[in-house]
């Protein structure tokens, strides 16, 4: 049965946390053609190039995995650079790899992209942004989906990045997103954050989880997994022991996240996440970034790259402004664990 989902922009009065992965054998074209340059900038200038009318820009793209919040910041790069006026089809190719979920693929795709010596390459999620600033020094990388680009070590400091990288963070407001657990499940003393113990942005936002939630009283605890297969086994070892999962961003919870509704759910568990495809893959609620919007921000900076108009190194990392934080609550779910929605998470 499909979801039914409510997803509703708050005017809350928040200005704080603001913010907080198919190898694609099918990928674009990425050859390049023969009227674009490559310069040999350092690596602290990135790659500038003479834009001329009949420039046509070669991106690769390296995402980590396929889900709903890494999908939609793909769409929106996609629609920002459109709006800069750089589109497939007209003077935009795209080699999009995908790499399924494996840290070991993103370095050959990171490979593989530099090979090809793109004007460009978008990294979507920690993993895959590491590889690729592994790999290359020169060419000019933009990221997103990256919590903290700078704690990630991809850039010297997210106000200055200093690096070829640049792009935007998907740091989530966990602050609210912990008040919005209590909201929901008033009850709830011990609280369980579940992530992948591998992944460097789910470690930081469980550390800020564990602050916020203690802040307000509870008792937070870790419930990690290093693989998809070991996810059904921890939630289910959290029977009984926890009132409620938080679920940050985390990109292999995300994948499995209909895994861990099916447990959590037919056990009365309920299951707050980092953002809204995870409720609609059966969490109960969510406030936080459109991962969409997150994507033509990012697509925004490429396009000032691309075009010579800003360097990786002077860029800033890029956050969401508080009007794009959104509430999501799955209606099936609350109503299936028995939680009435609050009248003051609906604005009208």
Known sequence: MKKKILSLTLALALAT??????????????????????????????????VTDDTVYNIGVCQ?????????AYNGFVDGLKEAGIEEGKNLKIDYQNAQ?????????????VNDQDDLILAIATPAAQACANATSDIPIVVTAVTDPAESGLVKSNDTPGTNVTGTSDLNPIDEQMDLLLKLVPDAKKVAVLYCSSETNSKIQAEMAKTAGEALGLEVIDATVS?????????????????????PT????AAGMATVAMVANENNLPVICGESGMVEAGGLATYGIDYYELGKLSGAQAAKILKGEE????????YLDATKLQVSVNEEVAKQLGIEIPADLVTK
């Open 250 to 253: 985390d990109n292999m919870i």
């Open 17 to 50: 946390s603001l913010a907080a992965c198919n190898s694609s054998n099918t990928a674009k074209d990425s050859a390049s053609t023969a009227d674009t340059t490559q310069n040999e900038d350092t690596a602290s200038e990135g790659k500038t190039e003479e």
């Open 311 to 318: 360097k990786p190194a002077d860029m800033p990392i890029e």
């Open 64 to 72: 980590l995995v396929q889900h709903d919040a890494l999908d939609a």
């Open 227 to 247: 693989n998809s297969n070991e996810i059904q086994q921890v939630v289910q070892s959290l029977v009984g022991k926890v009132s409620a999962i938080y679920a």
């Open 101 to 113: 979920g494996e840290q070991a693929n993103c370095a050959t795709i990171a490979s593989k992209l």
